[in-house]
C-alpha cells in the first residue's frame, strides 16, 4: 500500500464529519443504539463496533487502521503509553509455568515486568546475548512461549537478526514479540520477516514533538481480538481521542521528520567520530558498527539515537561537559523536536565512577530537528572541557 495513502486518506470519511479535512476528537466516553440488535452486535464484537470508549473510538479506530497498513499487519491496537503496550503483549501470551526469553537490557519497563511481576506468577525469563541466534536455540525449554526482541536497544544498539529468530520460534511454535521503537515502521518491517507482534513507543517518532504518550501494538487480527478483549479492555490502557489525534498528527510528517534527523544525524556523526576527545561513537549504519551488514540488510534507515564514548576522567567533567551544551536538554526519551543528552554517568556518585569503565563514560544523544551545523557548534565549544 502507497504510504501517501496510508498517511493522507486511508480510514478518513470526511463525508461523516462535515468534510472537515482534519478528523474530528470524538470526545465521548459512550454511544447510544438505536436497536436492540445493534446493541447486541457491539457487546459481541466491541473491537469492531463503537460501544464505549475504553476500548473503541472512532479518532481512535482512524489512527489504528493507518498504524495497521504501516506496519504491513492485519490489525493494529493503540495504548496510553509503549509499556502498556510491552504489558498487554506479553501478558497475553504466557501462563504459569511458561518461561520468556529475552534480548539482554530491553527497555527499563519490559525489564521490570520480567524481573519484579511476572516471576510472582511462576513465569521465568533467561536474558540473552541477542545477537547470536545460537544463544536463542540454547535458550529454549519446552515451556518457553515468548521470545521478547529490541533491534536496535537504544542505548548500545545491539540488533538481532529477525527472520533468523522469527524462523527459530515459529518450528517451536513460540510467539516473537519485538520493539520497534527505534525504527518505526518506516524504517523496518518485523512482520515481513515473520515476527508475530511489533509494539513501539508512539511516544517517541510517532508523535515526533514530546507532547504525547501512546503505545502501538501490530500483528494478526486474531491475537490482537483476544489482547483486546483480555488486556487493553481489563487494563483500560487504550488511548484517548485527544491523544490518537496528536498521533494521526504527528503521523502526517513522520517519514519526512525520520529523513531530516537522518541526515542531520549523519552529519553530527562525522563530526564527532574524528574529534579527539570522542573515543568511539555507536550507531548501527557506522561503518565501524560490529553488525553493519545485519543493519543495512533488515533497516532501511537509522535515525537520531546514537551513543558516543566520551574521553574523561572525571564524573565532574563529565557533568560539565553536558551542561556545557547550550542546545542539548539533559532528559530521558527522544524522538522529538528537541535535540537531547543522556550521559550514563548522571546515576552515578563520585564514589561509584570508574573511568576505566566504559559505560559510565557512554552519553547517550537524540538528534531533533534542529540545523546540525548548529548543533555541531555547539558540541565543538563544549568539548573543550574535555581534557
Ligand atoms: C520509550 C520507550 C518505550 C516505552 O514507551 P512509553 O511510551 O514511554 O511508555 C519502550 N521501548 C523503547 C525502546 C522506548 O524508547
Not at 217 to 226: A, D, I
Request: glycine content about 6%; overall charge negative.
Amino acid at each position: 500500500m502507497d504510504i501517501s495513502y496510508i498517511l493522507n486518506e486511508l480510514g478518513e470519511d470526511r463525508s461523516q464529519y462535515f468534510n472537515a479535512v482534519a478528523p474530528p476528537i470524538v470526545q465521548t466516553s459512550n454511544f447510544a443504539f438505536d436497536t436492540f440488535e445493534e446493541l447486541r452486535n457491539a457487546f459481541a464484537n466491541e473491537d469492531s463496533n463503537f460501544l464505549y470508549s475504553r476500548g473503541n473510538n472512532p479518532t481512535v479506530d482512524i489512527l489504528s487502521k493507518k498504524l495497521a497498513a504501516l506496519d504491513g499487519a492485519e490489525d493494529a491496537l493503540v495504548f496510553n503509553s509503549g509499556a502498556s503496550a510491552i504489558y498487554c503483549s506479553v501478558m497475553a501470551n504466557i501462563k504459569s509455568g511458561d518461561h520468556i526469553i529475552s534480548v539482554q537490557k530491553p527497555y527499563s519497563w519490559a525489564t521490570r515486568l520480567f524481573d519484579n511481576i511476572l516471576p510472582r506468577f511462576g513465569v521465568q525469563t533467561t536474558y540473552i546475548d541477542g545477537t547470536k541466534i545460537e544463544n536463542f536455540e540454547n535458550a529454549i525449554r519446552p515451556e518457553t512461549t515468548v521470545i521478547y526482541l529490541e533491534t536496535p536497544n537504544t542505548l548500545t544498539f545491539e540488533l538481532q537478526d529477525l527472520r533468523a529468530v522469527a524462523e527459530l520460534a515459529k518450528s517451536r511454535g513460540i510467539i516473537t514479540i519485538v520493539d520497534n521503537s527505534y525504527c518505526t515502521p518506516i524504517y523496518q518491517k518485523p512482520h515481513a520477516l515473520g515476527i508475530d507482534l511489533s509494539l513501539q513507543s508512539g511516544t517517541k517518532y510517532l508523535g515526533g514533538h514530546s507532547d504525547v504518550l501512546a503505545g502501538v501494538l501490530t500483528g494478526s487480527k486474531e491475537m490482537l481480538k483476544r489482547i483486546f478483549n483480555e488486556q487493553l479492555l481489563n487494563t483500560g490502557s487504550g488511548i484517548s481521542p485527544f491523544n490518537a489525534w496528536l498521533i494521526l498528527r504527528g503521523l502526517r510528517t513522520l517519514p519526512m521528520r525520520l529523513e531530516h534527523i537522518s541526515k542531520s544525524t549523519q552529519k553530527v556523526i562525522s563530526y564527532l567520530k574524528n574529534h579527539p576527545k570522542i573515543e568511539k561513537v555507536i550507531f548501527p549504519f557506522d561503518e565501524d558498527f560490529p553488525q553493519l551488514e545485519l543493519a543495512h540488510r533488515q533497516m532501511f534507515g537509522a535515525c537520531g539515537l546514537f551513543t558516543i564514548l566520551l574521553k574523561a576522567n572525571s564524573l565532574d567533567q563529565i557533568e560539565l561537559f553536558t551542561y556545557s551544551l547550550k542546545h542539548f536538554l539533559v532528559a530521558v526519551s527522544w524522538g522529538g523536536h528537541e535535540s537531547l543528552i543522556m550521559p550514563q554517568a548522571a546515576a552515578l556518585t563520585p564514589e561509584i565512577f570508574d573511568a576505566n569503565n566504559e559505560q559510565h563514560r557512554l552519553a547517550r544523544i537524540y538528534i531533533g530537528f534542529e540545523d546540525p551545523d548548529y548543533l555541531i557548534k555547539d558540541f565543538e565549544q563544549a568539548l573543550e572541557i574535555l581534557i
